[in-house]
C-alpha cells in the first residue's frame, strides 16, 4: 500500500505546480513542518499540531543562520546571455533540468562562454522550501552538490513519512549537524526572505511553473515554461537576436 502511496504522490508531482497566493497560508503551513520540541521529532502530518509551541520556538530565534540568498551564478560574467533556471527541488521535471540538461548547457553553453546561467531556487510546497532553505546555508560547490543531491534522491525523500530523517544524511555529507539543519529549515528569517525573493521573482517574471527558463539577450528576454531541450534553448537564444530588416524601396525606374 505504501508503495502505491509514493507513486501516486510522484505521478501527482509530476505535474506543474501553481505558485499560491495565500503567502500567509503558506507561512503558517511551513512554520509546523518541523517540531524542534519533540526529542524525536517527526514530521507533522496535522497542520495545526503543536503550533503554538513551534511558532514561539521559532520566534526565540534572535539570530538567524549564515543563510546566503545570493545569486547562484554559473558561468562568466561578461557571457551576452543570461540564463535564469527557476527550479523547485520537489518538481520532476526540474530534476530533469538539474540532472540531464544542465550537463549540456555547461558544456554547449557556459564553458564557451555564450551564456552564464542563474539558479533561482523557487519552491512551490512546503517540502521544496525545507531543502531550499537547507541548501541556502550552504556556500559554493557545497551548495551545488547539496542540490544535486537532493535532485537525485528526489524519489525517496519527497515521500518519506520523516522528511527530517530524509533529509539529514544529505544535510551532513554537506557539512551541516541535525542542529544547524533544523535552524537552517525552521528560522523565521530565512522563511520570511525567501518568501520575499519568491514574490518578488513571481511578480518580476509573472511565474505560475516550474521549470521556467527565462533567457535575457539583446535587451529582449524569451521566457520557456516546462523541460526544455538544448535546441529550444539554442533557439530561443536565435529569437533573441533576430533584426527586423528593413525592406529596400524598389528603385525608381527612370
Not at 78 to 99: E, N, R, Y
Not at 142 to 158: D, E, P
Not at 224 to 244: C, F, N, P
Amino acid at each position: 500500500m505504501r508503495k502505491i502511496f509514493a507513486l501516486f504522490l510522484f505521478f501527482v508531482l509530476s505535474t506543474f505546480y501553481s505558485a499560491s497566493a495565500d503567502e500567509l497560508s503558506w507561512k503558517d503551513k511551513f512554520k509546523n513542518f518541523f517540531s524542534k520540541n519533540n526529542s524525536s521529532p517527526q514530521l507533522l502530518n496535522n497542520e495545526n499540531t503543536q503550533q503554538d509551541n513551534v511558532q514561539g520556538d521559532l520566534s526565540s530565534n534572535i539570530e538567524h543562520p549564515d543563510y546566503d540568498f545570493s545569486e547562484k551564478k554559473l558561468g562568466d560574467n561578461d557571457a551576452p546571455v543570461k540564463i535564469i533556471i527557476f527550479t523547485s527541488l520537489t518538481c520532476p521535471h526540474c530534476a530533469g533540468v538539474h540532472l540531464n540538461l544542465m550537463p549540456i548547457i555547461k558544456k554547449e553553453l557556459i564553458d564557451t562562454k555564450k551564456a552564464q546561467v542563474i539558479l533561482a531556487d523557487f519552491p512551490l510546497e512546503v517540502r521544496a522550501m525545507t531543502g531550499s532553505l537547507i541548501a541556502s546555508c550552504l556556500k559554493g560547490d557545497k551548495y551545488f552538490a547539496f542540490m544535486t543531491t537532493l535532485y537525485q534522491n528526489q524519489r525517496q525523500w519527497i515521500v518519506a513519512n520523516n522528511l527530517q530523517e530524509a533529509i539529514l544524511p544529505y544535510a551532513k555529507l554537506a557539512g551541516l549537524t541535525e542542529k544547524q539543519m533544523l535552524d537552517c529549515a525552521t528560522n523565521e528569517y530565512g522563511i520570511n526572505e525567501m518568501t520575499r525573493i519568491r514574490n518578488l521573482n513571481t511578480m518580476q517574471y509573472k511565474l505560475t511553473a516550474t521549470p521556467t527558463l527565462i533567457i535575457k539577450g539583446n535587451n529582449r528576454s524569451e521566457k520557456l515554461i516546462g523541460l526544455q531541450s538544448i535546441q529550444e534553448i539554442h533557439d530561443a537564444i536565435a529569437k533573441l537576436y533576430e533584426e527586423k530588416v528593413d525592406i529596400a524601396p524598389e528603385k525608381q525606374q527612370n
